[in-house]
């Protein structure tokens, strides 16, 4: 499965984006669906996943409450609303996806990931 984000750019603090990865190849609703993001340097962490199969979604700590993921079959996309945006929340977002389906966001086990996008939240 191909995936392709949209939808990153600059924002001010306390600001909102929606992120878009559209998916070709494949049916979103057949993989868990994930949101990670990388700082410059740094390894790339768990933002979100969308568990089509077990309908769970999970956040990590520090997007929880402001972030939420979603997905829209009929598009074969899936969507990270992010408000209340900091400055610590810029970074490069990637979508990726799991074929196994399973509950867990781990890294190791996605299968697929889109190119990024990136996000910057000015101060």
């Known amino acids: 499965v191909q995936l392709v984000e949209s939808g990153g750019g600059l924002v001010q603090v306390g600001g909102s984006l929606r992120l878009s990865c559209v998916a070709s190849?494949?049916?979103?609703?057949?993989?868990?669906v994930g949101w990670f993001r990388q700082y410059p340097g740094r390894a790339r962490e768990e933002v979100s996943c969308?568990?089509?199969?077990?309908?769970?979604?999970s956040y990590s700590d520090s997007v929880r409450g402001r972030f939420t993921i979603s997905s829209d079959v009929s598009k074969n996309t899936v969507y990270l609303q992010m408000h209340r945006l900091k400055p610590e929340d810029t970074a490069i977002y990637y979508c990726?996806?799991?074929?196994?389906?399973?509950?867990?966001?781990?890294?190791?086990?996605?299968?697929?990931w889109g190119q990024g996008t990136q996000v910057t939240v000015s101060s």
């Open positions: 990726a996806a799991d074929s196994w389906g399973g509950a867990s966001c781990r890294i190791d086990l996605q299968d697929y």
């Open positions: 190849g494949g049916r979103i609703d057949d993989y868990t």
């Open positions: 969308l568990s089509h199969s077990e309908s769970l979604t």
